[in-house]
């Protein structure tokens, strides 16, 4: 398919002309405690990974524990900490905190939509 400025539009849905596709990054781990979860339990689940809270995105209540965003230290695989957190007392789930990039490939065009 032509647009009438002669560039060819993107068949994937949600890309223009010049956005670049950017594969998922994951740097860090959302990390769900139950609520009945105590502290000693979320220090030994960071502890068995060697991690570190970087952010407490939600506090618990009585229907959710604590949310925490985790980092691990350089070099440490995000896939097997996730596994090995999963299994910790306590814990609800854990999943890679991921993003996706998109940029413009127009300099000119700050807010990533391209123009007609």
């Not at 991690?51 to 407490?56: D, K, V």
């Not at 618990?60 to 440490?76: F, I, M, N, S, T």
Request: charged share 20%; glycine share 10%; aromatic share 4%.
């Amino acid at each position: 398919m032509q647009a009438d400025n002669g560039n060819a539009l993107s068949e994937e849905p949600g890309f223009a002309p010049g956005m670049a596709e950017a594969a998922p990054v994951a740097t860090d781990i959302l990390l769900q405690f139950s609520p009945a979860a105590d502290p000693a339990q979320v220090k030994a689940a960071l502890q068995a990974v060697n991690g570190q809270q970087a952010e407490l995105v939600r506090a618990g209540d009585a229907e959710a524990g604590p949310l925490l965003r985790v980092e691990l230290p350089e070099g440490q695989e995000l896939q097997g900490a996730v596994e090995i957190l999963s299994q910790q007392p306590g814990v609800v789930f854990a999943e890679t905190n991921e993003f996706v990039n998109i940029a413009s490939g127009d300099a000119a065009d700050v807010s990533g939509m391209a123009e007609d």
